[in-house]
């Protein structure tokens, strides 16, 4: 606080040792610079103030924080939630998606759901390349549907109408046009992302953006994301919420594991995982204190490791772990899907000839391998999910 008995102060220290003038000199020139600083910043909340655009920002946090408490309500039937697990409703919500916008919702009571048992089938074959995006929910969710051009659209689940499980088709799918040049890249649920540190962006090319849980909500009033990728020919992969002190993993298609600490993850657009010319990203998850990774290839063989295998890297830009070796990899074992998973925890596969079936983890420890009708039936898809009512039921 500069006052008249300090600047007394002064006059008198100049008079008597004359040398210190400079550094009293540069002491007032630095203080008027900070106080003119702070004067500009109080001059421009001021104008902010007068204009209503600090009222816009309080009302746009508000609302955002309206909108997750909405969400949480939704999910837990009217309850604040008292921990993060979320229960478990009277059936299931199965999620269909694909690239052109189209999106199926079949319903799977829980008492229906057994070991190896067929929850639902397209009228035909999906051709292999047709990439299929599974995702299992409640009703209670909500939906972040993102696009290529980094764009998002918001859905409740119970929004989407029902699907006939035993005749699947595309054709009645619930259509969200994409934009030109857009595809639908990933379908992800975020009632509960109010619960989390951040949300992770992962491309197929390996590169990776950490986001800040309030700067992702930023993103969704906006409804804009970003495209999350340096290369022309790369998409967005995957959305993962996750807590500050979880592990990434990156899963690829030829069998290459990289698993990063979300801490040390860049908050730019930034290449973790060195990819081979053909290879990409297919599956990434987190640990979230599950004691074992399984990973699920084309032929119906399970790679079934315990977390404690997993290493994480010291160094972006390397290629990581291989789950299988060289040999398997040159006759053309590729992985389709993979997770963090318990002995409770279920799994849908979807095969080449259009089915839709639920699998036991504990199961495939066990065999080891999902068996098929015939060989010519391959996987095409495959998503995991916990039902603790049903975990242990035969």
Request: hydrophobic content about 40%; proline content about 4%; overall charge negative.
């Amino acid at each position: 606080m500069i006052n008249s008995d300090k600047i007394e102060e002064w006059i008198q220290e100049v008079e008597e040792r004359p040398t210190s003038a400079s550094n009293i000199l540069r002491y007032i020139a630095n203080r008027l610079i900070e106080l003119s600083s702070r004067n500009e910043r109080l001059k421009s909340e001021n104008i902010e103030l007068r204009l209503g655009h600090k009222v816009e920002e309080y009302e746009s946090r508000i609302a955002n924080l309206e909108y997750q408490l909405e969400l949480l309500k939704r999910q837990l039937g009217g309850e604040l939630p008292q921990d993060t697990a979320v229960p478990v409703s009277e059936a299931l919500s199965l999620i269909l998606s694909e690239s052109q916008g189209n999106v199926l919702r079949v319903e799977v009571p829980l008492d229906e759901l057994a070991a190896g048992k067929s929850l639902a089938h397209f009228a035909g074959p999906i051709a292999p390349e047709m990439l299929v995006h599974l995702l299992v929910t409640n009703a209670r969710e909500e939906l972040l549907l993102v696009f290529s051009s980094g764009r998002t659209e918001a859905v409740p689940v119970e929004r989407l109408p029902l699907c006939q499980p035993d005749h699947l088709n595309w054709s009645e799918a619930n259509f969200f046009e994409p934009r030109a040049g857009e595809e639908l890249v990933t379908v992800m649920p975020i009632a509960r992302m109010s619960l989390f540190d951040y949300c992770i962006q992962t491309s197929r090319k390996g590169y990776v953006k950490k986001i800040k849980e309030a700067f992702f909500e930023n993103h969704l009033t906006k409804n804009y994301i970003g495209t999350g990728v340096r290369l022309p020919a790369d998409r967005t992969l995957s959305l993962t919420f996750c807590k500050k002190d979880d592990l990434l993993t990156l899963v690829t298609r030829e069998g290459y594991l990289q698993t990063v600490e979300i801490e040390k993850l860049p908050f730019t657009i930034e290449e973790v995982l060195r990819l081979g010319t053909s290879d990409y990203v297919q599956s990434t998850f987190t640990l979230a204190g599950k004691p074992s990774i399984l990973l699920l290839t084309q032929n119906g063989k399970v790679i079934h490791r315990d977390a404690g295998w997993l290493e994480p890297s010291t160094a972006f830009k390397s290629r990581g772990q291989s789950a299988y070796s060289q040999s398997r990899r040159e006759s053309g074992v590729r992985i389709v899907g993979a997770d963090a998973v318990d002995e409770l925890n279920w799994g849908i596969i979807l095969t080449s000839d259009g089915k839709l079936v639920s699998q036991r983890m504990a199961d495939l420890f066990a065999a080891g391998s999902v068996e098929f009708e015939t060989d010519q039936v391959e996987v095409l898809g495959f998503t995991t999910f916990t039902t603790p009512d049903v975990g242990n039921q035969e």
